[in-house]
Structure formats: C-alpha cells, structure tokens
Nanobody
Framework: QVQLVESGGGLVQAGGSLRLSCAASGRTFSTYDMGWFRQAPGKERDVISIITWTGTGTYYADSVKGRFMISRDNAKNTVYLQMNSLKPEDTAVYLC???????????WGQGTQVTVSS
C-alpha cells in the first residue's frame, strides 16, 4: 500500500500564497503519477493538478491555471503544490493522490484545510 500525508494548509488572506506538501511512503513513489484534488463544502471532489511520474507532463484545471504550480522531488518522495494569488473560492480541503499511469487514482491522503479570507 501507499501512504500519503499532506501538510502546509492554513488560513490566508485573499492574494496570499501557500505551499502544500505531500509525503509518500510504502511503494515505489517515482513510478506513480501524482495529483492534487480539492473538495469544498457541499461540492464534489475536483481535480486541480496532475504531474506524471517522470515529472515532464503536467495538467492544471482552468480555475487554477497561472496561479498554482505542481512539482515533485522523487528523491524525497514528495509532491508539492505552490498556490499563489489565492481567492476565497479556493477554500477547500486539499488532498493528494497517487496512481499507476493509465489507472484511476487509488491512494489518497487525509487532506489539509485551506481557508482564504476576503
């Protein structure tokens, strides 16, 4: 199994920045695609960003494109999400997830709360 633990969430004013981290253990981290998702109150979980196991391919949802950046450090078994120009609508629980390429995201972290005040 793969264990994922997020950190770095918190309370920030609109326009501010946060960097989320997700530490992985239990399997060969470098062979997994990694993603960041978020779930706001009363809404379904939405994909925010994905990075391939090679680190050469990335995806961003339109709502965060140009503001968020995903990266990974395979030597540290860690994936990051840099969040800039935060908006109140970014308030949500943020989760990281892992998948073998071509498969569904199977492994999930516990989530970290991000709250953006206006």
């Amino acid at each position: 199994q793969v264990q994922l633990v997020e950190s770095g969430g918190g309370l920030v004013q609109a326009g501010g920045s946060l960097r989320l981290s997700c530490a992985a253990s239990g399997r060969t981290f470098s062979t997994y695609d990694m993603g960041w998702f978020r779930q706001a109150p009363g809404k379904e979980r939405d994909v925010i960003s994905i990075i391939t196991w090679t680190g050469t391919g990335t995806y961003y949802a339109d709502s965060v494109k140009g503001r968020f950046m995903i990266s990974r450090d395979n030597a540290k078994n860690t994936v990051y999400l840099q969040m800039n120009s935060l908006k109140p609508e970014d308030t949500a629980v943020y989760l990281c997830a892992a998948r073998q390429p071509g498969l569904q995201f199977q492994y999930w972290g516990q989530g970290t709360q991000v709250t953006v005040s206006s």
